[in-house]
């Protein structure tokens, strides 16, 4: 299935590592945390490491550590503006469950 981006997700990473001046794209994956028992983390990322997969999506390449992909594989990753609030939204298909704060999920 794989992980991709929206087209506005994809534009805030690339102007970001623009700014940034270096980086070879978006570190993806997830971490035991929450009430929910998982939480997602995003890193731009500088090098991929030796077991990465490596995903294309609108010209930004994603990296994901083997161990994550399933729980996120088939996973949308958007930016979004919402009124004054902005960031990245996980449009995830596995996810059964969330927490109340937003924070964790569960598959």
């Given at each position: ?91 995830n298909p596995n996810v059964q469950d ?10």
């Open positions: 299935m794989g992980i991709t981006l929206t087209e506005s997700a994809a534009k805030h990473v690339r102007d970001f590592l623009a700014k940034r001046g270096k980086g070879v794209g978006l570190r993806l994956g997830v971490r035991t945390s929450g009430c929910s028992g998982m939480a997602y983390k995003l890193e731009f990322a500088d090098a991929a490491a030796e077991d990465d997969l490596q995903i294309t999506s609108h010209g930004v390449t994603l990296l994901v550590d083997p161990q994550s992909l399933p729980y996120i594989d088939g996973m949308e990753l958007d930016y979004t503006r919402e009124g004054l609030n902005e960031g990245f939204k996980f449009n969330t927490c109340g704060c937003g924070e964790s999920f569960k598959v």
